[in-house]
């Protein structure tokens, strides 16, 4: 089960006020609805793949207009997974389009909303909550993308959505694609805070979980590999560090050397792959006093001198 179908499921069992289960329905019926009309007049379609939000919408519309409905199902076609569920509203019919909002003054469908069925708070959730079971996605909070979007058919839902949405500081955007307009959400906080708005408080607690072991675990490997590469740049400075004092040793006599290049040497020599602040604790152990960190960086700076200046007496360089 996807995650946007767990958070559809979970909304499908809340109740709510009346006034709200009004907005919710609106919604629906603006993103999935339809009018058809024939010879026995017109009627009021609702259409969906997902068996939770079909059962959803027959239950807010026999809660609040006691009237019956018909429910068909229909196969898209052979490749798709789920059928397609069809509900048709015959009965007052006209009351409806009037009680929810779904035909604006210029006898348009399905594009605007009276303010006065979202003039709550409460409303307004419902209506996000509405527009998401009808038509929105969410990515898993597995994946790398935060993601969350609701698919319009116009321009003018979208805004209605984008709006309603803003109203509550969630950042949401729209944007046109191949079916029509989508508006969406795209950082993890506020696709959160848009899962809190709508009433999926279960999903929401998933969602969470999820994003914490996952920034938790990406802050290890970000550590780890940081440490890896701490740990290279060190062998490579040692490395060099070995070439210069070969180079030394090959053209003069260590015990020429200053006392600080001796003690110098002699760590890098016995410890091959130490860092420098692990010489500088190891050097506790063969001298009189520590050599600090910036102390041996200082040394071997000089040793690399020395050695540059062998290569150029040489003619190597």
């Given amino acids: 089960m996807s995650f946007s179908t767990k958070v559809k499921t979970e909304l499908q069992s809340l109740k709510h006020n009346i006034c709200c289960n009004k907005a919710e329905l609106s919604a629906l019926l603006h993103i999935n609805g339809s009018i058809e009309k024939n010879s026995e007049g017109i009627s009021l379609v609702f259409q969906s793949t997902n068996n939770a939000v079909v059962r959803r919408f027959m239950s807010l519309t026999k809660d609040l207009y ?6 068909l199902q229909k196969q898209i076609n052979k490749l798709r997974k789920h059928d397609l569920f069809v509900v048709k509203i015959s009965r007052r019919v006209d009351y409806l389009i009037s009680d929810l909002s779904l035909i604006n003054k210029d006898s348009v469908f ?3 909303v009276d303010e006065n ?3 709550n708070e409460c409303c307004k959730k419902a209506y996000l909550r509405g527009a998401f079971l009808a038509s929105g ?3 898993s909070p597995e994946t790398s993308a935060y993601h969350l979007e609701i698919q319009s058919f116009s321009l003018s839902q ?3 959505i984008k709006a309603i949405s803003n109203e509550f500081d969630l950042n949401a955007k729209t944007s046109q694609n191949k079916r029509g307009y989508i508006t969406y959400i795209k950082e993890a906080e506020k696709i959160a805070d848009f899962l809190r708005v709508i009433g999926a408080s279960n999903s929401l607690f998933d969602f969470e979980d999820s994003r914490i072991k996952r920034d938790f675990r990406n802050s290890i490997n970000r550590v780890i590999n940081c440490d890896i590469a701490n740990e290279k740049k060190a062998m490579d400075a040692a490395n060099k560090q070995l070439e210069y004092i070969e180079i030394i040793e090959k053209k003069s006599q260590i015990s020429n050397l200053s006392k600080s290049m001796q003690e110098a040497i002699f760590l890098r020599k016995k410890y091959p792959e130490a860092s420098l602040l692990e010489l500088s604790y190891a050097s506790l152990e063969h001298f009189d006093e520590q050599i600090s960190k910036s102390a041996l960086n200082h040394r071997f700076r ?3 001198d020395l050695a540059n200046q062998i290569l150029i007496e040489e003619g190597w360089k």
């Fill in 137 to 139: 996605s969410i990515n």
């Fill in 302 to 304: 000089a040793i690399k």
């Fill in 158 to 160: 979208a805004n209605v």
């Fill in 110 to 112: 399905f594009q605007d």
């Fill in 117 to 119: 069925l979202i003039s």
């Fill in 66 to 71: 006691k009237i019956e409905v018909t429910l």
